[in-house]
């Protein structure tokens, strides 16, 4: 069975950081992209980071540039997202999906055309409070 399993998520003061795990059971990361998406209570779900299979090429939202890093450990077959200088508005339930296929090789997918992952993990709860 296929599966993306996030971990990591709690809950953190502003100012404080995060690292989320993704990590996939049952396949190899090797060739796919991964990506971050995170959904708030009453939001939309959108998009935070995403990478290519090869090469660590990323693409970040505008919201979260200089403060979020997504990076690949092809030894632990993980996905990991680094999450430092925290705001309230970062609380969300955050997900990481994978996308599977030569296009995204050297090119990570889009984060804001969903329809371009193949699998999904169940999220983790990231909240930002004091």
């Known amino acids: 069975q296929l599966q993306l399993v996030e971990s990591g998520g709690g809950l953190v003061e502003p100012g404080g950081s995060l690292r989320l795990s993704c990590a996939a059971s049952?396949?190899?990361?090797?060739?796919?992209?991964i990506g971050w998406f995170r959904q708030a209570p009453g939001k939309e779900r959108e998009g935070v980071a995403t990478?290519?299979?090869?090469?660590?090429?990323?693409k970040y939202a505008d919201s979260v540039g200089g403060r979020f890093a997504i990076s690949k450990d092809r030894a632990k077959n993980t996905v990991y997202l680094e999450m430092s200088s925290l705001k309230r508005e970062d609380t969300a339930v955050y997900y990481c999906?994978?996308?599977?296929?030569?296009?995204?090789?050297?090119?990570?997918?889009?984060?804001?055309?969903?329809?371009?992952?193949?699998?999904w993990g169940q999220g983790t709860q990231v909240t930002v409070s004091s």
């Open positions: 999906a994978a996308a599977y296929g030569s296009s995204w090789y050297r090119k990570p997918p889009s984060i804001t055309n969903e329809s371009e992952y193949d699998y």
């Open positions: 049952g396949f190899s990361l090797d060739h796919y992209a």
């Open positions: 990478v290519s299979a090869f090469g660590g090429i990323t």
